[in-house]
T-cell receptor, first 113, second 117 residues
Framework: TQLLEQSPQFLSIQEGENLTVYCNSSSVFSSLQWYRQEPGEGPVLLVT?????EVKKLKRLTFQFGDARKDSSLHITAAQPGDTGLYLC?????????????FGQGTRLTINP | NAGVTQTPKFQVLKTGQSMTLQCAQDMNHEYMSWYRQDPGMGLRLIHYSVGAGITDQGEVPNGYNVSRSTTEDFPLRLLSAAPSQTSVYFC????????????????FGPGTRLTVL
């Protein structure tokens, strides 16, 4: 069974601070996806990283895929209250001809004004 | 497009009751799936379907049945509800022609919050 360990599970910081969320596994994934989930809604895809060592930026969010494609990180610069939410990483593979996602436990991020 | 829709939004059942959670998508997606989300455990795959008439089990299939008679609909049936099935259930879909790619985007519905007493 593939597992993804996401840390920290809870993070509460002040507006303007920087933060990093980690996603680690002993398994190799073909790609790694990051989702954001608002209360009462389903997750929404933020980014997909595919190549080992790949870095993608989405405004103040920087996503990195580990060289061995077993881990990933999400770094937020100058966090804002609008960044508050649940962030989920998901490892993706094709198994038995279909995409299978393995989700981390999630990081509940609160940015205080 | 409405995207992925789920009904009901909330449901309370008694142990042993049965019910069906509805999921529909209007994006002509081949791949549909059901997840449950529990505190501290992320989302876990229950069942999935790569096209009409084809379904398969995910990580936590016990106690749940699915069928896929049309491309648009993918209902999840609880045959005899148990308190351990108290959770938030999400349906998702993706284009994923011919089984899909690992980079495919999953589009999630708004979820059904189920409580089993």
């Amino acid at each position: 069974t593939q597992l993804l360990e996401q840390s920290p599970q809870f993070l509460s910081i002040q507006e303007g601070e920087n933060l990093t969320v980690y996603c680690n596994s002993s398994s190799v994934f073909s790609s790694l996806q990051w989702y954001r989930q608002e209360p009462g809604e389903g997750p929404v895809l933020l980014v997909t990283v595919v190549t080992g060592g790949e870095v993608k930026k989405l405004k103040r969010l920087t996503f990195q895929f580990g060289d061995a494609r077993k881990d990933s990180s999400l770094h937020i610069t100058a966090a804002q209250p609008g960044d508050t939410g649940l962030y989920l990483c998901a490892g993706s593979n094709i198994i038995q001809g279909a995409q299978k996602l393995v989700f981390g436990q999630g990081t509940r991020l609160t940015i205080n004004p | 497009n409405a995207g992925v829709t789920q009904t009901p939004k909330f449901q309370v059942l008694k142990t042993g009751q049965s019910m069906t959670l509805q999921c529909a998508q209007d994006m002509n997606h081949e791949y549909m799936s059901w997840y449950r989300q529990d505190p501290g455990m992320g989302l876990r795959l229950i069942h999935y379907s790569v096209g009409a008439g084809i379904t398969d089990q995910g990580e936590v299939p016990n106690g749940y049945n699915v069928s896929r008679s049309t491309t648009e609909d993918f209902p999840l049936r609880l045959l005899s509800a148990a308190p351990s099935q108290t959770s938030v259930y999400f349906c998702a879909s993706s284009y994923s022609k011919y089984g899909g790619r690992s980079t495919d985007t999953q589009y999630f519905g708004p979820g059904t919050r189920l409580t089993v007493l």
